[in-house]
């Protein structure tokens, strides 16, 4: 793993270069499809990320999985270039930061909601909202289930976690009690 100061320079001139040419939705995109498509295939990842395979065998890999995915000459050339200088095994921690400097730009914030069964239509639309209120940006809301949560939700939003899974609650609850003067 490189150091994410490493990670974000590489994040940053793609999003330079994807503010310039107006598509950084669309090169974030990319980079999520191709990692998504390396994570589902062991021997393209391992082809990718083994210094062992020849340079010209792993610039072929990319050919043929930019040519399969649609991919523009921007992120073919980018994904070469992190190939050349060893980083493609990167690619995920560069995705991620990259996603994260383009939705600063946008004035947008991810959150996740984790519940114990999925939440309807209405309940995210309204959690999203109150995302939104709380942080005064455009919210992207990814939901999950956890069983073991028992009822409520846990918001993650940025580096801030939002708990009121009735199991927190149990647990206070009992410490409470476990506390009280006799």
């Known amino acids: 793993m490189i150091p994410?100061?490493?990670?974000?320079?590489?994040a940053r001139a793609l999003l330079s270069l994807g503010l310039e040419e107006g598509r950084p939705e669309q090169y974030g995109d990319e980079l999520?499809?191709?990692?998504?498509?390396?994570?589902?295939?062991?021997?393209?990842?391992?082809?990718?990320?083994?210094?062992?395979?020849?340079?010209?065998?792993?610039?072929?890999a990319i050919d043929a999985l930019a040519s399969a995915l649609g991919l523009s000459p921007l992120s073919v050339n980018f994904l070469r270039l992190l190939l050349e200088r060893q980083r493609i095994g990167d690619l995920a921690?560069?995705?991620r930061?990259?996603?994260?400097?383009?939705?600063?730009?946008?004035?947008?914030?991810?959150?996740?909601?984790?519940?114990?069964?999925?939440?309807?239509?209405?309940q995210t639309d309204r959690l999203r909202d109150a995302i939104g209120r709380m942080t005064g940006r455009s919210v992207v809301l990814e939901s999950q289930t956890d069983s073991s949560l028992i009822g409520g939700v846990v918001a993650q939003v940025g580096t801030t976690l939002l708990d009121g899974s009735l199991r927190t609650q149990l647990e206070r609850l009992r410490q409470e009690l476990k506390n009280a003067p006799l």
Not at 5 to 10: F, L, P
């Open 93 to 95: 921690q560069i995705a």
């Open 32 to 60: 999520e499809q191709v990692l998504e498509t390396i994570r589902a295939n062991r021997e393209l990842r391992i082809l990718l990320e083994n210094p062992g395979y020849s340079l010209p065998d792993r610039q072929g």
């Open 97 to 122: 930061i990259y996603r994260a400097m383009v939705d600063q730009q946008a004035g947008r914030i991810r959150a996740t909601v984790t519940s114990a069964r999925p939440l309807g239509d209405d």
């Open 4 to 10: 994410s100061s490493v990670a974000r320079r590489y």
